[in-house]
């Protein structure tokens, strides 16, 4: 990664839709120069996709949460079944399999409060491997909507 590759990711993430020649342009850098170092970064594994951000609002998705699961017993293939599982729920946003006294941290986002409730009643709870699960709402949430590479001045002193 160098500070063009740097600058490409930056401006995609700003605006994926822009053409190659109106990147280039941004850049200072010939069209050619600017698709090839994108191919690059998509063949490297750097690029992963292109989206869509979407309004949860306008979807009326308004309540938001996060789901603190615990299973038994904890082998790989009870992870993988609740991981497979929620992951292809309409209300899940994304999963987490994490360390510590949880097992998964889920983020939903639904309707309301009651739909909220349903949801842990109806998805979650009946699953056998689910031994606990608490919920905390979002009041606001905020993500960070450009990632770029860590420099060596960005590692803690050790």
């Known amino acids: ?7 490409i990711l930056r401006h995609l993430q700003l605006d994926a839709r822009q053409t190659n020649r109106e990147l280039a342009r941004t850049l200072g850098i010939a069209p050619s120069t600017c ?11 750097v690029i992963t996709g292109f ?5 949860l609002t306008a979807l009326e998705r308004r309540v938001q949460a996060l789901l603190s699961v615990q299973v038994r017993p904890l082998s ?3 992870i993988q079944g609740f991981k497979q599982y929620v992951s292809g729920l309409p209300e899940v946003l994304s999963v ?3 360390a510590g006294g ?6 939903v986002a639904v309707r309301d409060i009651e739909q909220l409730h349903a949801f842990l009643m109806d998805k979650v709870s009946k699953r056998r491997e689910v031994v606990s699960f608490r919920s905390s709402i979002i009041y606001e949430h905020t993500g960070n909507m450009l990632v770029t590479p860590l420099s060596d001045e960005d590692e803690p002193a050790g």
Do not use: K, Q
């Open 35 to 45: 698709l090839e170092r994108v191919r690059s970064l998509t063949r490297r594994g």
């Open 1 to 7: 990664m160098d500070e063009l590759d740097s600058a």
């Open 96 to 98: 987490y399999v994490v």
């Open 102 to 107: 949880d097992d998964f941290l889920v983020h």
């Open 51 to 55: 989206h869509a951000s979407v309004s």
């Open 76 to 78: 790989r293939p009870v």
